[in-house]
């Protein structure tokens, strides 16, 4: 399983763009990446997931590049409500992300401020 | 639409007792994975069960045991609890294969 890299935590203010960048150096050709993000006491809840380039949704978008040896969340315009845990995984989507289930590290914490 | 529910919520042990959580999967999904999460840690992989049986499994030992239900909803077992069982214990489903999984609130275990 290819290993990620991401910071333990990072701060920033309400109503800034956010980017949480994720290292995955030996991400395999099947490698697809994945973001979970989980609030307190709650289980983590899917954000994105790409394969190269951009993809974009409602929430987030995922910034990747040719060689894949990194990844980049972009939370545009936080809020207090964004302050969380944002895991990346990166795995083999037809097992859902792992050979062996999800693989989450300790991600990254995310703390926004008034 | 139900999302993941799990049961109990909460719950607290003695070591060396035998413990059974319960999870119900998001309507139409038919594949159930556990997590133990351990505070400050991250999720980690127990198994998958789909078609009623074991799919995957990760790096636990025997005393975790498993069982899916022609319903699709599941149970985690634990036999011979010890100190560092305590944790967050997550189930999580999806249709198979399980590209996107949704997450229950999860259980809370205390083994005191």
């Known amino acids: 399983l290819a290993k990620t890299t991401q910071p333990i935590s990072m701060d920033s203010y309400e109503g800034q763009e956010v980017n949480i960048t994720c290292s995955h150096n030996n991400i395999a050709t099947n490698d697809y990446i994945t973001w979970y993000q989980q609030f307190p006491s709650q289980g983590p809840r899917f954000i994105i997931q790409?394969?190269?380039t951009k993809v974009t949704n409602e929430v987030a978008s995922l910034f990747i590049p040719a060689d894949r040896k990194s990844s980049t969340l972009s939370l545009p315009r936080v809020s207090l409500s964004d302050t969380a845990v944002y895991y990346c995984l990166v795995g083999d989507r037809g097992s859902g992300g792992g050979a062996d289930g999800l693989t989450f590290g300790k991600g990254t914490h995310l703390i926004i401020q008034p | 639409d139900a999302g993941v529910t799990q049961s109990p919520t909460h719950l607290i042990k003695t070591r060396g007792q035998q413990v059974t959580l319960r999870c119900s999967p998001k309507s139409g999904h038919d594949t159930v994975s556990w997590y133990q999460q351990a505070l400050g840690q991250g999720p980690q992989f127990i198994f998958q069960?789909?078609?009623?049986?074991?799919?995957q499994r990760g790096n636990f030992p025997d005393r975790f045991s498993g069982h899916q239900f022609p319903n699709y909803s599941s149970e985690l077992n634990v036999n011979a609890l010890l100190l560092g069982d305590s944790a967050l214990y997550l189930c999580?489903?999806?249709?198979?294969?399980?590209?996107?999984?949704?997450f229950g609130p999860g259980t809370r275990l205390t083994v005191t």
């Open positions: 999580a489903s999806s249709l198979w294969p399980p590209y996107e999984q949704y």
């Open positions: 790409g394969y190269k």
């Open positions: 069960y789909y078609e009623e049986e074991e799919r």
